[in-house]
């Protein structure tokens, strides 16, 4: 297992690098009119560092190029995401030209995917941190 220190170096790294579409679907999280819906970006769990994780409802967004089409890639990608699921996390993936040809249609299916249907009131969240 990758220590603790250099995951958190590699979110750092990341977050100080992060790719055009991972900036806007940020900027839209962080409107989202919904109080006490809070998302990191580039946070360590486990093993890896995610995209984008909501702690209050274990969720996880990842966004995904081109490149996740590759079959090494993507391969890793559905360890990865089974690792995080046996874990006791969501996991939703989108990918980049979702991000730029429809984002309110991702912003959609996130409100969905944390209050159950997109006429659920918004409830402010409120997650517990590990002692």
Same mark, same amino acid.
């Given at each position: ?7 958190? *170096?590699? *979110?750092?790294? =990341?977050?100080? @690098? /992060? /790719?055009?579409?991972?900036?806007? #679907?940020?900027?839209? =999280?962080?409107? #989202? ?6 998302? %990191? ?9 995610? &995209? ?16 996740? @089409?590759? &079959? ?11 690792? =995080?699921?046996?874990?006791?996390? %969501?996991?939703?993936?989108?990918? @980049?030209?979702?991000? /730029?040809?429809?984002? @309110?249609?991702? =912003? ?5 995917? #944390?209050?159950?249907? %997109?006429?659920?009131? *918004? ?5 517990? +941190?590990? +002692?």
């Amino acid at each position: 297992m990758v220590s603790t220190s250099i995951r958190r *170096a590699t *979110a750092r790294k =990341l977050r100080a @690098n /992060t /790719t055009p579409h991972e900036r806007i #679907l940020w900027r839209a =999280l962080r409107e #989202l009119p919904v109080d006490g819906t809070h998302f %990191r970006r580039q946070a360590p769990i486990g093993p890896y560092v995610v &995209d984008f994780f909501c702690p209050a409802k274990r969720l996880i967004i990842e966004l995904d190029g081109g490149h996740h @089409n590759e &079959d090494e890639t993507a391969h890793r990608d559905r360890e990865r995401q089974a690792w =995080l699921e046996r874990e006791g996390y %969501r996991v939703i993936r989108f990918w @980049n030209s979702e991000i /730029t040809a429809d984002l @309110n249609a991702v =912003l959609e299916r996130i409100y969905v995917e #944390l209050y159950g249907s %997109r006429d659920a009131e *918004a409830v402010p969240l409120k997650h517990l +941190r590990r +002692r």
